[in-house]
T-cell receptor, first 114, second 116 residues
Framework: DADVTQTPRNRITKTGKRIMLECSQT?????MYWYRQDPGLGLRLIYY???????NKGEISDGYSVSRQAQAKFSLSLESAIPNQTALYFC?????????????FGPGTRLTVT | DQQVKQNSPSLSVQEGRISILNCDYT??????FLWYKKYPAEGPTFLIS?????DKNEDGRFTVFLNKSAKHLSLHIVPSQPGDSAVYFC???????????????FGTGTLLAVQP
């Protein structure tokens, strides 16, 4: 079984709809992240959480919100989707262990907003 | 402002030859660098990393070189194999970036195609 799972894997939605992307992990990591990938722009950080009570905005948080329901679950919401939120979304986890910066990624959710 | 840059969107090499992927950064606070590989329909997977106290790190066919004065790192793959065909992202981080958050700043990626 995958260590980091994302649901749904693909989603098409209409402008103005609310949508939630979910992420679960079995790695036991405290830190979780949401990124979006756009062609030519790499991966950009939307939100991150270092534990259930700690939520932080990343570089592109406008239009998004998150919820850390448990250590293993971190969901991303688009309250009112717009077409420029069409992108590939990745969840990632990491464990603060000395000098380790490595993050582990889920398989991604391809979101299309029409 | 793109703090981590991969100026080559794509690279094509012959099987068995060396692949060299380049990455430049602008923030001198970065002290740890990583390379990730991404296949279509999959998430990025960690490949190799290097701390700023080193100038080279090797893992099998993969070697990362860091030139701090030039703010440049490169990933060498020798010999290249068709299974190496993927998008490669470099990423940078720092204990002191954004309050020791260990956030990763990613480059835009380079698509490597290894021709049989």
């Amino acid at each position: 079984d995958a260590d980091v799972t994302q649901t749904p894997r693909n989603r098409i939605t209409k402008t103005g709809k609310r949508i939630m992307l979910e992420c679960s992990q079995t790695k036991g990591h405290d830190r979780m992240y949401w990124y979006r990938q756009d062609p030519g722009l790499g991966l950009r950080l939307i939100y991150y959480s270092f534990d259930v009570k700690d939520i932080n905005k990343g570089e592109i948080s406008d239009g998004y919100s998150v919820s850390r329901q448990a250590q293993a679950k971190f969901s991303l919401s688009l309250e009112s989707a717009i077409p420029n939120q069409t992108a590939l979304y990745f969840c990632a986890t990491s464990d603060w262990a000395g000098n380790s910066y490595e993050q582990y990624f889920g398989p991604g959710t391809r979101l299309t907003v029409t | 402002d793109q703090q981590v840059k991969q100026n080559s969107p794509s690279l094509s090499v012959q099987e068995g030859r060396i692949s060299i992927l380049n990455c430049d950064y602008t923030n001198s606070m970065f002290d740890y660098f990583l390379w990730y590989k991404k296949y279509p329909a999959e998430g990025p997977t960690f490949l190799i990393s290097i701390s700023s106290i080193k100038d080279k790190n090797e893992d099998g066919r993969f070697t990362v070189f860091l030139n701090k004065s030039a703010k440049h790192l490169s990933l060498h793959i020798v010999p290249s194999q068709p299974g190496d065909s993927a998008v490669y992202f470099c990423a940078a981080s720092s204990k002191n970036y954004g309050g020791a958050t260990n956030k990763l700043i990613f480059g835009t990626g380079t698509l490597l195609a290894v021709q049989p």
